[in-house]
């Protein structure tokens, strides 16, 4: 199930076109290096042109939206952090403090913090924006961690936050999250999507220990025993084993690549959410990037489902969006290639024969 508002936005999404990425290769051919010799820099510059149609695409205006949301299966001792953590990483991303804050300067890129569901009041904290969709999700230890219509609406909060920033002239996003206990739904997601078993795709998180983590396991396999979400609708998947920052991640694919804007995913939960939105619209695949590997087990499964590689692996698994500004900075590089270097005819240097 999705709401007529979804699937109005889906429809919206263009295939890419080859005679873009073809024009932009020409061009990548005639600079002063031998062909192909940039590598991917050369790949993400075509694709960025086919994204945009725009043989000379600018993206100077850049936005990271970091979804916090809690997470009721912390209850069940996942995590090595308690979940009161959530919201005073709000605050510290408010405050600028955060590793995103610090990466996303770096990148050219601002912040927007999203509450779409912690389990705390903020009432009207300034630079907040406010689509909470619930106070946390449920233990889906227990049950369902969310209502079908809990999972529509956290998907309609990221499609509202991508198109405010689309509206606004932002033409690169990054996305980021925060909530303690999301690498367990996120393990759970995978798991379903992969048919592989929990234990072969799930890893520490924040770090807990060798009980801790057989603990986690366990918890994540009777809760898709329990719950049995369902492969082939990713609604489903989403309500009973996601949590609202998945969701919310789905929504902002799903609307950044309704208008044209490129999305650099960040790490394991950043994937959760690709993953769901490629699920429900496959067309979203070609207006998303994987910044980076991430050390959790299950992120290079999510990968490959999506036939995504990412640009670099440097074992991050911090999360917040931090390895997607690295991403960006990448991007950066490759447009600045693609834009400013001199052509063959141009330096006046002779060609390969």
Same mark, same amino acid.
């Given at each position: 199930?999705?709401?007529?508002r979804?699937?109005?936005i ?5 295939p890419l076109?080859d005679d873009?990425?073809t024009k932009a ?13 940039l ?5 993400l510059?075509?694709?960025?042109v ?5 043989l000379r695409p600018?993206l ?5 939206a970091?979804f916090?949301g809690d997470h009721?299966v912390?209850e069940?001792g996942?995590?090595?952090?308690p979940?009161e ?5 709000v605050?510290?991303?408010l405050r600028?403090?955060a590793?995103?804050?610090i990466?996303?300067?770096?990148a050219?890129a ?8 912690v ?8 630079g907040?924006?406010n689509k ?9 230890a ?5 209502t079908m219509?809990?999972?529509v609406?956290?998907?309609?909060a990221?499609?509202d ?9 932002y033409n690169l996003?990054g +996305?980021g999250e925060?909530?303690i206990g999301?690498?367990t739904?996120s393990s759970?997601i995978?798991s ?5 078993s929990?234990?072969?795709v799930t890893g520490?998180?924040t ?9 986690k396991v ?6 898709i ?9 990713p609604m489903?998947v989403l309500a009973?084993v996601?949590? +609202? ?9 799903i609307?950044a690549?309704?208008?044209r804007i490129?999305?650099?995913i960040?790490g394991?939960?950043?994937t959760?959410g690709a993953l769901?939105a490629c699920?429900m ?14 050390v959790?087990?299950?992120?290079i499964?999510?990968?490959e489902i ?12 911090l999360?917040?969006?931090?390895g997607a500004?690295i991403g960006?900075?990448i991007?950066e ?5 693609y834009?400013d270097?001199?052509t ?5 240097v002779?060609e390969?024969n």
């Open positions: 199930m999705i709401s007529e979804i699937d109005k889906i429809k919206e999404i263009l076109e873009f990425r290769r020409e061009r990548l051919d005639s600079l002063t290096k031998p062909q192909g010799s590598g991917r820099l050369e790949e510059a075509a694709e960025i086919a994204i945009r149609r725009d600018e100077k205006k850049r936005i990271f970091v916090a009721g912390a069940e996942v995590s090595a952090f979940p953590v959530t919201p005073q990483m605050f510290n991303f600028g403090g590793g995103i804050n990466l996303a300067k770096a050219g601002e912040v927007a913090v999203v509450d779409i569901g389990n705390y009041e903020f009432e009207n904290v300034k907040l924006i909470k969709v619930m106070k946390g999700t449920r233990n889906m227990k049950g369902p961690a969310m219509e809990e999972a609406k956290s998907i309609e990221g499609i936050i991508a198109l405010r920033y689309a509206d606004e002239g996003f +996305t925060m909530g999301n690498t739904p759970a995978v379903v999507f992969s048919g592989l929990p234990h072969e520490r998180g770090g807990v220990n060798d009980g801790s983590f057989e603990n366990s918890i994540i396999e009777n809760a025993k329990l719950n049995r979400p369902d492969a082939s609708n489903d009973k996601g949590g +609202t920052e998945i969701g919310g991640i789905a929504g902002f694919c609307g690549a309704s208008r490129p999305v650099l960040d394991f939960i950043s959760a769901i699920k619209a496959p067309s979203v695949r070609d207006y998303i990037f994987s910044s980076h590997q991430s959790e087990k299950g992120h499964k999510m990968l999506m036939g995504l590689r990412p640009l670099v692996n440097l074992d991050l698994r999360g917040e969006g931090t500004a960006m900075m991007v590089s490759a447009l600045r290639i834009n270097m001199s063959f005819e141009e330096a006046q002779s390969s």
